[in-house]
């Protein structure tokens, strides 16, 4: 603007307004220029350094939504723990001693029905001996199968095996434990199906209302019943 002024405004000396309106953009750029200088320049950088607990306070905003997930995570743990239920299980030795106490029971019903069927104590102490070695461990293997099932067991009795459970269990031992008996009594015998179907047919009787009872006996012990945590379905 002092540029378009100072000069004459009419006449043969007169400049050109094109000229001056030039003159004030160059001036006004280099005045810009300046300033801009000024701002950049190492001697007035620290006056315009954000503090550091400006630059703390725009980080916990800056990561404020990052954290969300985890806050939201947190209903959903919830929502998975209410989908989490108590069950009554049977522990390994609990198995393992149910497993051995009914071998000890039913190999003393073995060795007198062999026996009376057999009249020979060999015959019957090999049967017997059959009877310990291939049941043993599967009885236990077939309580860790029942133990996976939670069908026909009293809430109200904290787990324990109801009527309904020892039956079905008893009968479906003592289908696998007749057959079991019957091929073992026919090799010790040397092929006589007859004694050994005699023999199968008098443990099923006997050792099916026995198991039944035995089942029902361990019912009332609370010993190795333990609760765990498994989700519901």
């Known amino acids: 603007r002092v540029c378009c002024e100072s000069g004459p405004r009419s006449g043969a000396g007169a400049r050109p307004k094109m000229g001056c309106s030039i003159s004030s953009w160059l001036l006004g750029a280099a005045l810009l220029a300046?300033?801009?200088g000024l701002v950049a320049s190492p001697r007035y950088a620290p006056q315009l350094r954000t503090p550091p607990a400006a630059l703390a306070h725009v980080s916990a905003v800056h990561l404020a939504p990052a954290a969300r997930p985890v806050a939201l995570a947190r209903p959903v743990a919830a929502a998975r723990g209410a989908e989490v239920r108590m069950a009554v299980k049977e522990s390994v030795t609990r198995s393992a001693v149910k497993a051995i106490g009914w071998r000890f029971t039913a190999g003393i019903v073995t060795a007198i029905t062999s026996y009376f069927f057999t009249k020979s104590l060999a015959a019957a102490a090999a049967i017997v001996g059959w009877d310990l070695c291939s049941k043993s461990v599967t009885m236990f293997i077939g309580e860790r199968l029942w133990n996976k099932s939670d069908w026909g067991k009293d809430t109200a009795a904290k787990g324990a095996d109801d009527a309904k459970r020892s039956l079905v269990k008893a009968l479906?031992?003592?289908?696998?434990?007749?057959?079991?008996?019957?091929i073992g009594a026919t090799?010790?015998?040397k092929g006589k199906a007859g004694v050994a179907g005699k023999i199968a047919g008098s443990d099923s009787v006997v050792k099916t209302v026995l198991f039944f009872f035995y089942e029902r006996a361990w019912a009332q012990v609370g010993w190795g019943r333990e609760e765990v945590k498994e989700e519901a379905a």
């Open 34 to 36: 300046t300033a801009d």
């Open 172 to 182: 479906a031992w003592r289908a696998f434990a007749a057959v079991n008996t019957f």
């Open 187 to 189: 090799l010790l015998n």
